[in-house]
């Protein structure tokens, strides 16, 4: 019998039903915001971002909910007053419905790395496009729920999954302190005793033209959440790279709130923090500028955070997928899964799994190409094996692995740090 890790793996992927095109249009209109290129707090294209997430949702019929949860910040007048919306969306789970699974990512955006003076004088006309800051978490979050409620993915939920759009998460001019609709939910929630076993918070997951890579961040209670999203990626076989424990712990997005609260809360975000480069990560250059648009992000990373949260989502809320194999005494697929650790110094682990005995190939590459080691080349039995690479000798970087058999050839990457 197969480990339970390789018969995920061979499953059908419900992640392939993630489509580029909807995250990219779902972006392409939070960041035009009704014309008004800004979700600043308070302003117009705030309500307008609102407006349309709410549609997005109610045009999804396989959702339970979709309501506004009305709160106030304190903000100068004749703001104090104002309502703010945040969107919550609901499928609620079939055998333990009062568990509650919470995705959230916030909708407004800022433009506060214009300049103080433009900042505190225009920032109700200031553009503030924020296509990575947040349109794509709200992006991944509208998409993972089109793809849990619809039928024909065949996904029956025990727990009950819950899509947040969260409003005021930054802070402006013309109020301070940032992550106003996270405190409301998170603070309501504890007060009417909502059982919210985990939440996820994502912020800022599209740019990165370095790697393949996303950062989880954590307090020590939550640190459990973070290493089943690892295991989540690991077992889809998704391409992505994550930081390992310990996990960086900061509190500039809405899990914050949630840990305030009590409740176990990681964020993902495209780096730990998004203003400082590393082996896999390039700064990103327009974080809160009216150059945060469409077209600076990678759009296929957006993809497989959100094929990652999807299966972190899948994984933690229980239920079956229809059509699975049951099988497990013969794998489907040749199936080439995500070494760990990684990142790794100098030693990891390379697991696949063949579909039928024959000759088979693993190699290493560095960046440019080059074959690193060879670590198995001849005929293997068919079924799971596991490899070790020891990287000692060689230099800090990234790396492919390239797994070829008579019918196939699979590729993935991994991070040797210094």
């Known amino acids: 019998m197969l480990p339970l890790e390789f018969v995920r793996a061979q499953a059908p992927d419900i992640g392939e039903?993630?489509?580029?095109?909807?995250?990219?249009?779902?972006?392409?209109?939070l960041q035009d915001a009704g014309g008004y290129r800004s979700r600043v707090t308070f302003t117009p294209g705030n309500d307008s971002a609102a407006v349309h997430i709410r549609t997005m949702f109610e045009a999804i019929p396989g959702l339970t909910a979709v309501e506004l949860d009305t709160f106030t910040v304190p903000a100068d007048p004749?703001?104090?007053?104002?309502?703010?919306?945040?969107?919550?969306?609901t499928l609620q789970g079939r055998t333990r419905p009062s568990d509650v699974l919470l995705l959230g990512a916030h909708y407004d955006a800022s433009a506060s790395r214009m300049g103080t003076s433009v900042w505190n004088q225009n920032w109700s006309t200031i553009r503030a496009p924020g296509a990575d800051d947040n349109a794509t978490g709200v992006a991944s979050i509208v998409e993972i729920a089109r793809v849990l409620s619809d039928p024909a993915s065949g996904y029956a939920c025990d727990v009950t999954l819950k899509f947040v759009a969260f409003a005021s998460e930054e802070s402006g001019p013309?109020?301070?302190?940032?992550h106003g609709g996270s405190g409301h939910y998170a603070q309501s929630g504890r007060l009417a005793g909502e059982n919210i076993i985990g939440m996820l918070s994502i912020d800022m997951i599209g740019y990165n033209p370095s790697t393949y890579y996303t950062a989880i961040v954590s307090d020590t209670p939550s640190a459990w959440l973070g290493d089943r999203f690892r295991a989540a990626v690991d077992s889809a076989g998704i391409q992505l790279l994550t930081n390992a424990r310990p996990y960086p712990t900061a509190t500039y997005s809405d899990h914050e709130q949630f840990w305030e609260q009590g409740y176990a809360a990681i964020l993902l975000i495209e780096h730990a923090p998004p203003w400082n480069s590393s082996?896999?990560?390039?700064?990103?250059?327009?974080?809160?500028?009216?150059?945060?648009?469409?077209?600076?992000l990678n759009m296929e990373l957006v993809r497989r955070v959100t094929q990652g949260v999807l299966a972190l989502a899948v994984s933690l809320g229980g239920g079956v997928v229809t059509g699975v194999e049951d099988d497990m005494s013969r794998p489907?697929?040749?199936?080439?899964?995500?070494?760990y650790p990684n990142?790794?110094?100098?030693?990891?682990?390379?697991?696949?799994?063949?579909e039928e005995t024959g000759?088979?190939?693993?190699?290493?590459?560095?960046?440019?190409?080059?074959?690193?080691?060879?670590?198995?080349?001849?005929?293997?039995?068919?079924?799971?094996?596991?490899?070790?690479?020891?990287a000692t000798g060689c230099a800090a970087g990234v790396y492919f692995y390239r797994l070829e058999t008579r019918r196939s050839v699979h590729t993935r990457t991994m991070l040797l740090l210094n």
Do not use: C, M
């Not at 039903?17 to 209109?29: C, G, M, N, P």
């Not at 896999?280 to 250059?285: D, E, G, Q, R, S």
């Not at 489907?332 to 995500?338: C, F, G, K, N």
């Open 78 to 89: 004749p703001y104090a007053a104002r309502p703010l919306y945040n969107i919550v969306a």
């Open 279 to 296: 082996a896999v990560y390039t700064a990103n250059p327009f974080y809160h500028k009216t150059s945060d648009t469409l077209g600076t």
């Open 174 to 178: 013309a109020h301070q302190g940032g």
């Open 17 to 29: 039903r993630v489509s580029i095109d909807s995250l990219t249009s779902h972006i392409a209109t």
């Open 359 to 390: 000759w088979t190939r693993l190699a290493v590459y560095d960046i440019l190409g080059r074959e690193t080691a060879v670590l198995v080349e001849g005929s293997l039995h068919q079924g799971p094996h596991s490899v070790s690479f020891n």
């Open 332 to 339: 489907v697929a040749t199936v080439l899964l995500a070494n």
């Open 343 to 354: 990142p790794f110094n100098p030693t990891t682990t390379i697991r696949f799994l063949t």
